[in-house]
C-alpha cells in the first residue's frame, strides 16, 4: 500500500502531471518544458527528479542538457495511472494549450537549429510578445 499512496502523492501537482502529458509525447529537455510550461528550471528540476525517483522517467544527459521522457517498462499501476491521465485530460483545456505550445517550441528550435538557454529564452519572449 506504501507504493500506491506514494505514486498518487505524486500526482497532487498539476506541474507533475503536466510534465508526465507532455512526456508521454516525447523526450524533452529542461529547457524545453521550461518553454512549454513557463516555469523556472529549479521547479522543473525538482518536479523532474520526484517523478524519476517515483519510477515514471528515463533520464539522458547530451552535453550540459539533461532530456527526460517516460520509461518503456513502467510498472503496471504507473502504466495504468499514466493511461488513466491520458484519457481523462484529452479534453482538459491545459493540456490543449501545452500541446499547441508544445508544438510552437519544437517549431521554434527546428528554425534556430538549437536547443538551450538563448533559444529557450527567444522563444519565451516571442511568446509574451503574441499573447
Avoid: W
Avoid at 59 to 71: A, M, N, Q, T, V
Amino acid at each position: 500500500m506504501k507504493t500506491i499512496v506514494e505514486i498518487f502523492k505524486l500526482m497532487t501537482d498539476e506541474q507533475r502531471i503536466r510534465i508526465l502529458m507532455l512526456l508521454m509525447i516525447k523526450e524533452l529537455s529542461v529547457c524545453q518544458l521550461m518553454g512549454i510550461i513557463g516555469a523556472s528550471q529549479p521547479h522543473i528540476s525538482r518536479n523532474l527528479s520526484l517523478l524519476n525517483k517515483g519510477g515514471f522517467l528515463k533520464e539522458r544527459r547530451d552535453g550540459k542538457l539533461r532530456f527526460y521522457s517516460i520509461r518503456k517498462d513502467l510498472s503496471a499501476d504507473r502504466k495504468a495511472l499514466v493511461d488513466l491521465l491520458t484519457a481523462h485530460l484529452i479534453s482538459d483545456e491545459r493540456y490543449k494549450e501545452d500541446l499547441v505550445t508544445l508544438k510552437e517550441c519544437t517549431e521554434f528550435q527546428k528554425k534556430l537549429g538549437r536547443c538551450d538557454m538563448k533559444t529557450l529564452t527567444a522563444f519565451m519572449n516571442r511568446r509574451k510578445k503574441t499573447k
